[in-house]
């Protein structure tokens, strides 16, 4: 069994931050995503995993180079432009031998990956895709299903009142070799638009849906709420007891009269200074919360500093190696940073 782990999309809905780091590479409790995803394959017994990348691809090589020192076989495969999350597929094409997991790269989830390939081997038919129960399915991709979990129909962004089920989409995908004969090469295709009807036409395509922790990492908001449900316990990666307050990397400097938490987790070299309260917020490696600094509900970047006294609201967030000036007040919802890719 190989894997593929769509790692090219641009993160557009989370920039500034992904103008300096790309999407896969985020961090989650200090960790590139990337690193949980390919432990949580490895773990399953998949260890040869290709990498279809094209936006800031350097960053990803460079972490993880030929999957060596996890004991995997990574093959990179870049994207002059991008071929969208079926196109991706098909591009890699030459390097695929036989049946395949496809993950997207920006799914939190506690999805037993070793029970979804006994599930495919026990079922049979062209493939199998995660699924799960969520209460408003309006922002995501229905899936409609026999009893026997035979997929019918797919239904895009269906309005809340229209939907023909809760059950959606949730990114992670094992097929057969032969579905990539009903992709197009040489273009932009969507697995869910194209690909996925396309299947359902001629071959039996089944659900799988369990009752994971999941969650899409796209949106900042997503990207918080993450950190919250693992220091609360919701998804299994840290030790009990639950809930966490705040966590916080062993090299942080936290001044004994700043405030951390609830769901503060501090990166590697960060400083919170005096009389700071940081709170509902991640800090990258190496930000600066100066004395006085209020930062609730923010993601705050590499490098970053907010000076002294500053305000940052809810849903704000500072990009790489920027700063916040002295006695700023950053209302909620703030963008500050790059805006355009950097590297350093
Ligand atoms: P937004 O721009 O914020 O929508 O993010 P995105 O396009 O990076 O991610 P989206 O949620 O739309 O895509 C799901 C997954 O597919 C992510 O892991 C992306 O990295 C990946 N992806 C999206 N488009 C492409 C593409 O054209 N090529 C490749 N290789 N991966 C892609």
Known sequence: MQAIVLVGGEG???RPLTYGTPKPMVPIMGVPFLARTLHRLRDAGITDVILPAGYLPQ????YFGDGSQLGMKITYV??????GTAGALKNVEEHVTGSFLVLNGDILTSLDLGAMVAEHRRKGGIGLIHSIRVDDPSSFGCIVCDSDGCISAFVEKPPKANAPTNVINAGTYLFEREVLDLIPAGRNVSIERETFPAIIASRRLYSY???DYWMDLGRPDEYLQAHADILAGR??????PFPIRSYVEADATIDPAAQLGPNAVVGTGSTVGPRAVVRDSVLWDGVTIEEGAVVEGAIIATG???GRDAHVHE??????????PAGAVLEKGSRVGA???ISR
């Open 209 to 211: 849906t369990t009752d």
């Open 78 to 83: 870049i994207e002059k432009v991008p071929l």
């Open 235 to 240: 998804m299994p990666m840290l030790q009990p």
């Open 339 to 341: 805006t355009a890719p």
């Open 304 to 306: 970053a500093t907010v």
């Open 315 to 324: 849903d704000s967030v500072i990009g790489h190696y920027t700063a916040v």
């Open 12 to 14: 557009t809905r989370l």
């Open 59 to 62: 960053a990803i090589v460079d």
